[in-house]
């Protein structure tokens, strides 16, 4: 860390225009007269994909900011029903998916789009300045506070202060790092391959399970294609990576008819390692973390998003009317606790939950398989639509699954 006194530049520096830092910086902006900065190494919004599923949850929170439209406009598509097919036994259940108690859609919309939306409707509010090709490096430390950031930009470096630093630079977090708080992570033994295909000319829009006992294959639907996500256990891993594209893409078309006939949109995919982490403490020195900088989580129940979100919109419920009335410093570490407070239970809550279910999607074998087949069927019978409905709920509306 360096040391200045001088008066600081901003109210807000978020580091990291992520899904999370895009949405902090929303969720200031959006309810509060502040000065934000909002800094991303990048050139501009995200081309990587990360899961595109907004759940009634998010996008009732993007209601409350007034960014529902824009989330519309860039071609988000609603899904009303979740479907699960076995590669043999073909269909399993084909279940609504209506939130009781809840009007939000359930939308999805490929991650980068979920990006640009988020940070052109931050820089709309007039209210934050947003700085791509700006890679932070260093923090900038007053009285053991910190009070800003060193960040290098194609015109050299550059120290930028503010009362509040926010990190919400991601899974490798620098700033996190810096602070000197530990994330510990715990690794699964099956990751992610993810691909965009053909849209099936008879496939409708449904969040769809396709069961294979080599791995399950999740799909979601976009306009013109489908993202898929096949699991690969580590045991095949090392032969997978061997293959080329075309080779993986033909291996994973074989555990699902839906897929027999699509061509690959692009000509890469990208394989996930996956772990899961949650640190002990969100804030040190003044400073504070969202999102996958303090949480890391198994994607299968498409819960990570929907975290680093309500990070963020907590964070600014918390932290904004005391900066509003010009709160700097010591005053404001009452309401940085209440925010890792209110937050930290619903996170662990989430990864646990997340990781159970991981592990049952995950289960090797004809056990894993038939366990699967079994479980999926009592769910399409008339006590099994109750309980799915129940984990729906919670799982739409962002509440911890006990
Ligand atoms: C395969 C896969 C599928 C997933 N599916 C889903 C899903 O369906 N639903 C769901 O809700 N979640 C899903 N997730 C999880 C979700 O993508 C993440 O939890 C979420 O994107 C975290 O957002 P974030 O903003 O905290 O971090 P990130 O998205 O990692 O953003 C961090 C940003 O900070 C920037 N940055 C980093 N360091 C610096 C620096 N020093 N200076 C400036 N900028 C910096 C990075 O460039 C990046 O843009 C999935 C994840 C994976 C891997």
């Not at 988020?118 to 820089?123: G, I, P, V």
């Not at 000319?201 to 396709?210: C, F, H, N």
């Not at 594209?245 to 006939?261: A, D, V, Y």
């Not at 932290?319 to 937050?343: K, M, N």
Request: hydrophobic content about 45%.
């Amino acid at each position: 860390m360096s040391t200045t006194t001088a008066a600081p530049q901003f109210d807000v520096i978020i580091v990291g225009a992520g899904v999370g830092g895009a949405a902090c910086a929303v969720a200031f902006a959006s309810a509060h007269p502040l000065r934000i900065l909002l800094v991303e190494r990048h050139a501009g919004p995200g081309n990587i994909n990360r899961g595109d599923s907004l759940l009634p949850v998010v996008t009732a929170r993007f209601s409350a900011w007034g960014i529902l439209d824009q989330v519309h406009a860039a071609g988000a598509r609603p899904l009303t029903c979740m479907q699960v097919f076995h590669h043999r036994a073909g269909l399993l259940l084909d279940a609504p998916l209506p939130t009781p108690g809840s009007h939000a859609p359930y939308l999805v919309l490929p991650h980068p789009d979920i990006e640009r939306v988020l940070a052109e409707a931050a820089r709309a509010t007039g209210r934050v300045d947003i700085r791509y090709r700006a890679h932070v490096h260093r923090l900038v430390e007053h009285d053991g506070r910190v009070h800003g950031v060193i960040l290098t930009d194609p015109a050299g470096d550059h120290t930028m202060t503010a009362r509040l630093v926010i990190g919400a630079d991601g899974s490798a977090s620098a700033l996190r790092a810096a602070l000197g708080i530990p994330l510990a992570r715990a690794s699964y033994d099956h990751s992610y391959f993810g691909a965009d295909l053909d849209r099936p000319a008879d496939y409708a829009d449904a969040m769809r399970i396709e069961l294979h006992p080599a791995g399950g294959i999740l799909v979601v639907p976009g306009r013109n294609h489908v993202a898929v996500a096949a699991l690969i256990h580590r045991e095949d891993e090392e032969k997978f990576r061997r293959l080329s594209f075309p080779e993986r893409l033909s291996l994973i078309k074989g555990r699902s008819p839906l897929l027999t006939g699509c061509q690959a949109v692009s000509d890469s995919g990208h394989l996930y390692q996956l772990s899961r982490a949650h640190a002990q403490h969100y804030t040190a020195a003044g400073a504070v973390l969202i999102g996958d900088a303090i949480h890391l989580i198994n994607p299968t129940a498409g819960q990570g998003m929907t975290m680093a979100i309500e990070d963020a919109a907590a964070l600014a419920r918390h932290l904004g009317p005391p900066l509003v009335t010009g709160a700097a410093g010591a005053t404001l570490e009452p309401f940085l606790r209440a925010y890792e407070q209110e937050r930290w239970p619903r996170n662990a809550s989430q990864i646990r939950w997340s990781h159970w279910m991981s592990q049952f999607y995950a289960f090797g074998g004809s056990w894993g398989d038939l366990l699967r087949q079994w479980v999926f069927r009592f769910g399409a019978s008339a006590m099994g639509r109750r309980v799915q409905q129940y984990l729906w709920t919670r799982m739409a509306l962002g509440k911890a699954v006990h």
